[in-house]
């Protein structure tokens, strides 16, 4: 009878664990990536809301606000998105992950040495299965 009840609890831990890996969100993979550095820490402010350009039109102001020398890549915006990260700290990576119900989450992983500007890391990921963006609506622009 004790080795039935150890069964019994065992498969269920195992059916909690299976539940909980199927709800952890997925991490995207950056399909291509830009890094770089801006002087004037007060752009940040031309990041975007939620961290995701969906249009051509807001990459096109990103990339002129930050004077970014890479050349701007040609996305199409039905099946892709840009998230960007900022750091005051000397490195940043960014991070996407989507959620089961289609919610895109972005952040960063970033040093804490403070140093003068701002870097930003800039990723293009596919927008397979994304409906929302931390919750929100997917941006217009």
């Known amino acids: 009878m004790r080795q039935l009840r150890l069964v019994f609890m065992a498969l269920a831990v195992i059916g909690l664990l299976t539940a909980?890996?199927?709800a952890a969100p997925k991490q995207l993979k950056a399909e291509k990536e830009f890094r770089g550095s801006v002087e004037d820490?007060?752009?940040?402010r031309e990041a975007p809301a939620g961290g995701v350009i969906a249009s051509k039109?807001?990459?096109e102001k990103l990339w002129k606000a930050w004077n970014i020398k890479d050349e701007m890549p040609s996305l199409d915006?039905?099946?892709?998105l840009v998230a960007v990260t900022t750091s005051r700290g000397s490195r940043i990576v960014a991070q996407a992950t989507l959620d089961d119900n289609?919610?895109?989450?972005i952040g960063g992983l970033g040093t804490k040495d403070l140093r003068p500007g701002f870097r930003y890391h800039?990723?293009?990921i596919k927008s397979d299965?994304?409906?929302?963006v931390g919750g929100k609506p997917l941006p217009k622009e």
Do not use: N, P, W, Y
């Open 57 to 59: 039109a807001a990459l």
């Open 20 to 22: 909980v890996a199927q």
């Open 122 to 124: 800039i990723i293009v």
């Open 41 to 44: 820490v007060s752009l940040t």
């Open 102 to 105: 289609g919610d895109l989450r």
């Open 77 to 80: 915006f039905t099946k892709e």
């Open 129 to 132: 299965g994304v409906k929302t």
